[in-house]
């Protein structure tokens, strides 16, 4: 079965400082990354994803994520991060051969200090 | 558009009694699938439906969860009895049809507590 690991549990980081957090998953197959994130007490919102095609996607608030497709990873970053990121953030990915589910990893939360 | 909603956002219920839970999904989304999260570990996949077909249910835990979508529109998921370990945090989300199904919208989740 295919598996998503996220490396950080916890990030604590300051205003301005830049953000990566790592996702590397375990299936070799086609598959669909997305990065989700829910801020607190909201619900869980997709903040980029990649399908196929340029392997540096870039989505809302600044953010990006490259897919490396030779190392199963597909890692966010945010340049200057605002406090207003401190939320939690979700890698997922879909396997194309397996349906619609996705597998996700195990969230990272992330606090910026202001 | 209106998101997809849950109902109810907190439920507390003791082990052995029974719990049903709502999803309304996106309008038009065809897709609609259940998640969990548990003690604060991965979100892990229930099932998906596709309009009021089951199309995949390989993660629903045991016969005590019953998902059901009559006529294609909102959801029930259904723990009878439920146990201590189903507490957590039931996510549900919707998909459109077609090409846009892989990009799922999620609700804000229903907190479960089983006492």
């Known amino acids: 079965a295919q598996s998503v690991s996220q490396h950080n549990h916890h990030v604590i980081l300051s205003e301005a400082a830049s953000l990566e957090l790592g996702c590397n998953y375990s299936y070799g197959g086609t598959v669909n990354l997305f990065w989700y994130v829910q801020y607190p007490g909201q619900h869980l919102q997709l903040l980029l994803k990649y399908f196929s095609g340029d392997p540096l996607v870039k989505g809302i608030k600044g953010f990006e994520a490259e897919f490396i497709k030779s190392k199963f990873s597909f890692n966010l970053r945010k340049p200057s991060v605002q406090w207003s990121d401190t939320a939690e953030y979700f890698c997922a990915v879909n396997v194309k051969a397996a349906g619609n589910k996705l597998t996700f990893g195990g969230g990272t939360r992330v606090l910026v200090k202001p | 558009e209106a998101g997809v909603t849950q109902f109810p956002s907190h439920s507390v219920i003791e082990k052995g009694q029974t719990v049903t839970l709502r999803c309304d999904p996106i309008?038009?989304?065809?897709?609609l699938y259940w998640y969990r999260r548990v003690m604060g570990k991965e979100i892990k996949f229930l099932l998906h439906f596709v309009k009021e077909s089951k199309q995949d249910e390989s993660g629903m835990p045991n016969n005590r969860f019953l998902a059901e979508r009559t006529g294609g529109t909102y959801s029930t998921l259904k723990v009878q009895p439920a146990e201590l370990e189903d507490s957590g945090v039931y996510f549900c989300?919707?998909?459109?049809?077609?090409?846009?199904?892989?990009?799922?919208?999620f609700g804000p989740g229903t907190r479960l507590t089983v006492t």
């Open positions: 309008s038009g989304h065809d897709n």
């Open positions: 989300a919707s998909s459109r049809p077609g090409q846009g199904a892989y990009e799922q919208y």
